[in-house]
C-alpha cells in the first residue's frame, strides 16, 4: 500500500514539474483607447475689412461713399495776400512758380471743406491748368494768362472741365466777392459753401495710397527749408505731437486768417521738374511728362524717390526708394514744385 501511495505522489510532482517547465503565454499588449469626441477646429481670424478712405487726403468715410464735390483754386501767395483765407484746410495744395521762377501761387484742392471765404484768388497759368486736367476737377480762378505759349486760356477752354468760376469773364461769378480791407486785385474771394448748389457730384480715381502706417521712413527729417527767392521762404518744422508740419514763411508762421491758425501739413512732396520761361511776362512752364525726382517728408521721416507721368490724360505716380508706390498718412498733402534754383535744406 504504502508502495503505491508513494508511487501516485511521484507521479503528481512530475506533473507539477512539467506544468511549470512550459513558457508562459505573452501578455496581450494594450489597445489604443478610441476617441469618440470630434478634432477641435481652432478659430479662424476673420481678414480686415477694406477701409474707403477719401482719394483726397485719405481719411476713412462711407462704405458706399464713392463720389464728392471737389473744385481746385488758384490762391495767390504774395505779402499783399497774406495771410491767406482757408488754404489750411485745402486737402491738397501744389505750389508753384508763375513768373520769373521767384513768384508762386497755389492749387488748393478742397473736398472734405468747402469754406465760405476762399482766397484771395488770382488768376490761372499752365502748370495749374496742367493739374486740373489731371484731375479733372471744377476749376475756380479769377482770369487766365492768355498770350502766346503762356496763353493757360486757351487750354483751359480746350480740356473738358466739369464746370468754372472765373470771376474775371463773368462765369459763375456771382461766387465771388470783394474784400474792402484790401486793395485789388489781392482781394477777391470765392464762397465754397455757396457754390455748392453748381459744383458736381463726381467720382474721381485716387493719386496715392493712404494708411495709418507710411512707407517713407529712409531716415530722420524733422525740417525741410525751401528757398523758392529771398521773399519766399518756405520752412516745414515737424511737431511730434500731432504728427504734422508746422508751415513758415520767411522765418514767422504761416497764419490762415479763416482758421485763425498756423497751418499745419501731414505729407510733403518735392517735385523736382524742368521749368522754363516764356513770354515779356516771363510765364513759368513745367514739363510733367516722363519721369524725374521726387522727395517725401512724412511723419519726421525723409526717402528720395521718383515720379512717373505718361500723358497729361494720366495720373502722376509717386515711388519710393525700391520703387513701391508711396503710402502717405490720412491728412492734407502739399506738393512743392521746384526747379533748379530752389535751394533745397533738411534737417
Same mark, same amino acid.
Given at each position: ?142 482770369? !487766365? ?5 503762356? &496763353?493757360?486760356?486757351? $487750354?483751359?477752354?480746350?480740356? %473738358?472741365?466739369? /464746370? +468754372? ?78 504728427? !504734422? ?5 520767411? &522765418?514767422?508762421?504761416? $497764419?490762415?486768417?479763416?482758421? %485763425?491758425?498756423? /497751418? +499745419? ?83
Amino acid at each position: 500500500m504504502k508502495k503505491l501511495i508513494l508511487l501516485l505522489l511521484s507521479l503528481c510532482l512530475l506533473i507539477i514539474a512539467a506544468c511549470s517547465s512550459q513558457p508562459e503565454e505573452a501578455a496581450a499588449e494594450p489597445k489604443e483607447p478610441v476617441s469618440t469626441q470630434e478634432p477641435v477646429e481652432l478659430p479662424v481670424e476673420p481678414e480686415p475689412e477694406p477701409v474707403n478712405r477719401s482719394v483726397f487726403n485719405g481719411e476713412e468715410i462711407s462704405g458706399d461713399q464713392n463720389t464728392c464735390q471737389a473744385f481746385g483754386i488758384i490762391i495767390e501767395n504774395t505779402a499783399s495776400a497774406r495771410p491767406q483765407s482757408a488754404l489750411g484746410l485745402a486737402d491738397l495744395v501744389y505750389e508753384n512758380a508763375v513768373e520769373t521762377y521767384t513768384i508762386t501761387r497755389f492749387l488748393a484742392i478742397f473736398a472734405s471743406e468747402h469754406p465760405t471765404k476762399v482766397g484771395p484768388v488770382r488768376s490761372s497759368r499752365i502748370p495749374f491748368v496742367r493739374m486740373i486736367q489731371e484731375w479733372g476737377l471744377p476749376y475756380a480762378h479769377y482770369g !487766365s494768362a492768355a498770350t502766346g505759349q503762356g &496763353d493757360a486760356k486757351s $487750354l483751359l477752354e480746350s480740356i %473738358d472741365v466739369p /464746370i +468754372r468760376f472765373d470771376g474775371h469773364k463773368g462765369i459763375n461769378h456771382e461766387f465771388y466777392s470783394r474784400d474792402s480791407a484790401r486793395k485789388a486785385p489781392h482781394n477777391a474771394y470765392f464762397n465754397a459753401k455757396d457754390a455748392l448748389v453748381k459744383i458736381p457730384e463726381l467720382e474721381y480715381k485716387k493719386l496715392f495710397d493712404f494708411d495709418e502706417r507710411t512707407n517713407i521712413d529712409q531716415q530722420d527729417a524733422s525740417t525741410v527749408s525751401l528757398r523758392y527767392a529771398s521773399s519766399n521762404q518756405v520752412r516745414y518744422e515737424y511737431d511730434s505731437v500731432n504728427k !504734422s508740419y508746422l508751415r513758415f514763411i520767411n &522765418d514767422k508762421p504761416m $497764419l490762415d486768417a479763416y482758421m %485763425d491758425d498756423q /497751418i +499745419r501739413v501731414t505729407n510733403i512732396i518735392v517735385l523736382h521738374a524742368p521749368h522754363t520761361t516764356a513770354e515779356k511776362a516771363q510765364y513759368v512752364l513745367v514739363d510733367f511728362l516722363g519721369e524725374g525726382k521726387a522727395e517725401y517728408f512724412v511723419n519726421g521721416k525723409y526717402e528720395e524717390g521718383i515720379w512717373k507721368k505718361a500723358s497729361y490724360e494720366e495720373r502722376t505716380e509717386y515711388f519710393d526708394s525700391t520703387g513701391n508706390p508711396i503710402v502717405l498718412l490720412p491728412g492734407n498733402t502739399w506738393i512743392q514744385v521746384v526747379h533748379g534754383k530752389v535751394e533745397i535744406t533738411k534737417e
